[in-house]
């Protein structure tokens, strides 16, 4: 089993950048693929990210790919998401979640999920 903390939300103008971070105890962090999500107010969560246990594979929602980069350092058990050139659609809160079998596109990959960080991009 494994528990995540996400961290580095906040407020931020458009076309500002914001760093998350996702830090996991327990398991080790290797064993799981790792994936950021997003639920925006009255709308379902949906997917942003995923990267591999290795991280040499990842794969990005549309709307965000060129912008963000999801990365993890297995050393630290901890997975970031980096988001660049931020839209005021990007607000939403974000969650990181930790899964067992890919692809990792999908919510129902994923076993265990932190509780999540606020991201608000004003325009």
């Known amino acids: 089993q494994v528990q995540l903390v996400e961290s580095g939300g906040g407020l931020v103008q458009a076309g500002g950048s914001l760093r998350l971070s996702c830090a996991a105890s327990?398991?080790?962090?290797?064993?799981?693929?790792m994936g950021w999500f997003r639920r925006a107010p009255g709308k379902e969560r949906e997917f942003v990210a995923t990267?591999?246990?290795?991280?040499?594979?990842?794969d990005y929602t549309n709307s965000v790919k060129g912008r963000v980069t999801i990365s993890r350092d297995n050393a630290k058990n901890t997975v970031y998401l980096q988001m660049n050139s931020l839209k005021p659609e990007d607000t939403a809160v974000y969650y990181c979640?930790?899964?067992?079998?890919?692809?990792?596109?999908?919510?129902?990959?994923?076993?265990?999920w932190g509780q999540g960080t606020q991201v608000t991009v004003s325009s």
């Open positions: 979640a930790a899964g067992i079998i890919g692809p990792g596109t999908r919510s129902y990959d994923y076993n265990y």
């Open positions: 327990g398991r080790t962090l290797n064993y799981y693929i």
């Open positions: 990267i591999n246990r290795s991280g040499e594979n990842t």
